[in-house]
């Protein structure tokens, strides 16, 4: 057995605090001396270029991490004598980020402007998603060679700035998820969600074509019909989709767009193989280099900032995150999650519903919110599989910062 798998790592620190205000200092404030306090001022940031890895939100979605937040993560990196820019890489999807040039139009529409953060945008992997890097990957079991976006891979340092929330197929978004999937080229994107295609299930779909629309290969069809009963009693015809695996890339997006729940992951094993190659697209992205983490545990919606919308909140906000070390700050976010209250009215509370009228709550949805909201999801193959590699621990001590 490797060195790494038999000597589990000492638990990491990982410092929090709440979202609470008192009138001399705003959350930005806050966030400036929780990432202080953190030790980011650990790395030698003097005249380093540092890659800021966030997600601009697609246009139409509203609960991506507001532009001040980054803003205030730039300011510290530039007083500690940082060159930083913002950086995500483009989509495999159709929708406002697939090239450079509208991947930027979005990111400054949605208020990412360099006079509203201090620091200027670069699209990682270039004009059309090819400008990649081609990173071995330690201890890599699923992924020898990390197609890694080009710039992101130029920085000296790297720093993710995470908006934490549910997510369609991963189970959640974290850390893990915006360094690892959001890091990866187009063809690295590809890579990481060829694990399984999903599949309709024909007795849920209504026809209603979503699916098709979000679909960037042309992969989905609406050939076939059935009989669907309406609420009425009346029986009408409708079309079903139907997904051709050769043209599809594994993407995901049709499973987040149908909210019916009829298009599911190909095979279960697909969700995990998923988990393990984002697991080591990050360790791809930060071995080697100094590295820090900011999670932002805040407009916790079920899906991930990709879609062209948002949905409400499964939990309360919780509050900031900061740490070294990736599985830790992931695995801080979802305690914290899992222990907070669901909030009514959500996808979250409408999947248990949809559980318990057909047969009941599988064991393992019962207290877990991110399990419950997408059922064949298995967050925990992230975490593991980061601990297995390497990239981090998941014990760690929460440091509270009043």
């Not at 007795?203 to 979503?210: K, T, Y």
């Not at 057909?358 to 419950?372: I, K, L, S, T, Y």
């Not at 064949?376 to 297995?388: C, L, P, Q, V, Y």
């Amino acid at each position: 057995m490797d060195k790494h798998e038999e000597e589990p790592m000492e638990p990491a620190k990982v410092y929090f605090t709440d979202l609470r205000t008192h009138g001399r200092e705003s959350q930005l404030d806050k966030l400036k001396r929780l990432i202080r306090r953190a030790g980011i001022d650990q790395i030698d940031f003097e005249n380093k270029f540092v890659a800021i890895k966030i997600h601009f939100g697609e246009l139409g979605n509203l609960s991506f991490l507001r532009p001040n937040y980054a803003r205030a993560v730039a300011d510290v990196v530039k007083e500690l004598g940082g060159k930083p820019f913002l950086t995500d890489c483009n989509t495999l999807y159709v929708g406002s980020r697939k090239n450079a040039l509208e991947h930027i139009d979005c990111a400054y529409q949605n208020g990412f402007t360099p006079y509203a953060t201090g620091c200027h945008v670069i699209i990682a992997d270039g004009l059309k998603g090819t400008d990649e890097a081609l990173v071995p990957v330690k201890n890599g079991e699923y992924v020898k060679e990390a197609k890694i976006g080009h710039a992101l891979m130029d920085a000296d340092i790297v720093i993710s700035l995470t908006h934490f929330k549910g997510h369609e197929q991963a189970g959640f978004g974290g850390c893990m998820k915006n360094l690892g999937m959001g890091g990866g080229s187009r063809a690295g994107k590809m890579e990481q969600h060829a694990a399984g295609k999903p599949t309709v299930h024909t007795e849920l779909c209504i026809g209603c074509h979503a699916c098709e629309r979000i679909c960037a290969h042309g992969a989905v069809s609406f050939e076939e019909t059935r009989e669907r009963e309406l609420k009425s009693g009346k029986t009408v015809t409708v079309p079903v989709a139907h997904i051709d695996h050769d043209r599809c890339v594994g993407c995901g997006r049709c499973i987040g767009a149908c909210n019916q729940d009829a298009v599911k992951p190909g095979f279960d094993a697909a969700v995990d193989v998923l988990n393990y190659k984002i697991a080591e697209y990050t360790q791809a992205v930060v071995q080697d280099r100094p590295s820090f983490h900011i999670s932002l545990a805040m407009d916790i919606s079920p899906n991930c900032d990709c879609h062209a919308e948002n949905d409400t909140p499964i939990v309360p906000d919780l509050g900031m995150f900061a740490s070294f070390d990736p599985v830790a700050i992931d695995q801080a976010c979802i305690d914290m999650a899992l222990a907070a209250p669901a909030l009514p009215n959500t996808e979250l509370t409408e999947s248990r519903a949809k559980l318990e009228a057909a047969g009941g709550v599988p064991e393992r949805c019962e207290h877990d919110h991110f399990n419950m909201t997408h059922p064949d999801t298995n967050w925990r193959s992230m975490i593991e599989h980061g601990e297995k590699i390497g990239l981090g621990t998941s014990r760690y001590e929460l440091i509270e910062v009043k």
